[in-house]
């Protein structure tokens, strides 16, 4: 077999607008810019940069001596994006064999860092941290170290990644500045960068070289005659090529008819009928010149690859080099991330089996559990069975969404039977907005049972404030425990019950509850004063059995808990 160790690929992630293109625009450009030194090889999805040109935009920081793999160049996925690096998959992690977390040093950590943040845990994959936008620190000087720049920028720059440092640390990162850190296999590199000026691009490279040489030694050998080995990354319809795959080749080589076995709900059996690769950068502009066809590809590589019956290809699934025999493994791989279980759980629909696997993980990380994901639009079938759920759970009873579209008669049915669908591109904002859902349900349904169940609650007739004796007797208590409603019957401590509760009032207005603490005056039908009940008497709220069952202990109080407990023993003749 022949071997050769291919480039690491780099999977760029961070929150929209933090600067993940800037900072790869730089890369490329002054990839270019160096074409002398090496050239540029454009794949699709990925921009190749070779060793040469690292050590050329570098000037000298490389050290050779220090370099136990012989690395070809870094493979950087230049469609950045935690939407990208989640389909980066295969079986048991991630394609990408490091990341760069793209964190705007002004803004702090936001929803996608945190959901970019869980990803890299789940993958486990090896990462630096971009604290990109550093020229936008006030007095900011391109080109010139942090330790040189004038003292009230140096202690702005030292407030803002200082205070990031801190955040990641409360993620479960051990973080420093790149310069600070002895060990980079125990402490995660933080590198100030701009991909306007450029500042901490060369140090970000050789931080992604070094992480190389620390975890990645023995990975990145790959037989060249060997079937490769893929997953796609986007599937779309190519202007006079029909539908075709972009996907990233991480094992082998693909050869123009080849057969391949794709992804898809049922498997895709096909032959290559072409490989694209786009031309320099210089002439992406001429739309006649944007591909050039080539006969292989091996890894690691971004190829588009033209093939019949595309169409029903899945996104972040695999893509294999061979017949028929791998139609179950693919099918298999397929369902180990496409599920549907028995138990109660929220729906989970979701673009790419990349970004399903990904949700689905998270979730059940904030414990909520899924009762099925798959990938595509959202039907019918979808809302009826999430509804099937409520019936059972009313906070599980909802389905979410991970960029997909909503078919309209689904958009209706959930309108009309209330199932609410819950859908963000963020997937931290899909949850937080479930909980903030599942929290206001919960709130409703206590207000509902506060209206119509008593609560435990337990109260003290004053002495002397006997204001009539019957029809209905007026009294002033103090409510020991719990929250006193108007409505609720009370019960005796004998068990016996005493009458109900009217109206209460306090300094003359008309009130609907009292708490712990509180003294009210309170109207009480169908007792009389003296013969039922007298001042001094301690009253508790009658709950019937089902009163009791329809109570959440969770909801309840230490107090309430208490008098729930003296409730059940009175009922009993045991107080």
């Keep these: 077999m022949v071997e050769q160790t291919r480039e690491p690929i780099i999977g760029v992630l961070g929150h929209v607008d933090h600067g993940k293109t800037t900072l790869l625009d730089y890369i490329r450009s002054s990839v270019v810019a160096s074409r002398e ?9 990925a921009t190749d940069v070779p060793f040469e040109v690292i050590e050329e935009l570098c000037q000298g920081m490389v050290d050779k001596s220090k370099i136990k793999i012989p690395l070809r160049g870094l493979l950087f996925i230049d469609t950045p994006g935690h939407e990208a690096f989640i389909n980066l998959r295969r079986r048991g992690g991630s394609v990408a064999d490091l990341a760069i977390l793209v964190v705007d040093m002004n803004e702090g950590i936001k929803p996608q860092t945190l ?11 090896p990462f630096v941290v971009a ?11 391109a080109g010139v170290k942090i330790k040189e720049q004038l003292p009230r920028t140096q202690e702005e720059f030292n407030n803002r990644i200082y205070k990031l440092i801190g955040d990641l640390s409360t993620k479960g990162f051990d973080c420093d500045l790149y310069y600070n850190i002895q060990d980079f296999s125990k402490t995660v590199a933080v590198i100030p960068v701009s991909g306007r000026t450029g500042d901490g691009v060369k140090e970000l490279l050789m931080m992604l070289i070094g992480l190389a040489q620390t975890y990645l030694v023995g990975k990145l050998t790959v037989g060249l005659d060997s079937p490769a080995k ?7 319809e190519t202007k006079g090529l029909g539908t075709t795959m972009d996907a990233i080749i991480y094992d082998g080589t693909i050869h123009v008819n080849d057969s391949i076995v794709v992804a898809a709900r049922e498997p895709i059996v096909t032959k290559v009928k072409a490989l694209l690769r786009p031309r320099a950068l210089d002439e992406m502009r001429d739309p006649k010149k944007q591909f050039k066809s080539v006969r292989s590809v091996y890894a690691a590589s971004g190829v588009k690859i033209v093939a019949l019956n595309l169409e029903k290809a899945m996104p972040g699934g695999p893509i294999y080099v061979g017949g028929r025999e791998l139609v179950e493994k693919v099918k298999e791989e397929i369902g180990e991330v496409e599920f549907e279980r028995d138990d109660l759980g929220v729906i989970v629909k979701a673009d790419t089996l990349g970004s399903l696997e990904a949700m689905v993980k998270i979730l059940e990380g904030e414990d909520i559990p899924v009762r099925r994901g798959n990938i595509g639009k959202i039907v019918k079938q979808d809302i009826m069975e999430a509804s099937a759920v409520a019936t059972e759970n009313k906070y599980l009873g909802v389905v979410l969404a991970f960029n997909v579209t909503v078919l309209p008669d689904a958009a209706t049915m959930s309108n ?19 909980k903030e859902w599942a ?22 007739i004053l002495p002397d404030h006997i204001f009539r004796q019957s029809k209905p007797a007026i009294v002033g208590v103090e409510v020991l425990a719990g929250t006193l409603r108007s409505g609720c019957r009370l019960m005796r401590q004998d068990g016996k019950v005493a009458g109900r509760i009217r109206e209460m009032q306090a300094q003359g207005e008309k009130i609907e509850q009292a708490k712990m603490g509180e003294k009210v005056a309170v109207s009480i039908d169908d007792v009389v004063i003296g013969r039922h009940i007298d001042q001094g008497d301690v009253l508790y709220t009658f709950l019937t059995n089902e009163d009791t069952a329809m109570l959440n202990a969770d909801d309840l109080t230490d107090d309430e808990k208490q008098v729930l407990h003296e409730i059940k023993h009175a009922k009993k003749g045991r107080i």
């Design 37 to 45: 030194a090496g050239g540029i090889t454009q794949h699709i999805g």
């Design 115 to 125: 959901e970019s943040i869980e990803i890299l845990k789940q993958y486990k994959t």
């Design 131 to 141: 604290a990109s936008k550093v020229d936008q620190v006030m007095g900011w000087q």
């Design 230 to 236: 893929g997953t796609i990354l986007e599937v779309k």
């Design 416 to 434: 009309d039977i209330d199932i609410p669908i819950i859908a963000s591109k963020v997937i931290y904002q899909i949850i937080d907005d479930y």
């Design 439 to 460: 929290a206001k349900k919960k709130d409703e349904e206590r207000r509902a049972i506060a209206k119509c169940v008593a609560t435990p609650a337990k109260m003290k």
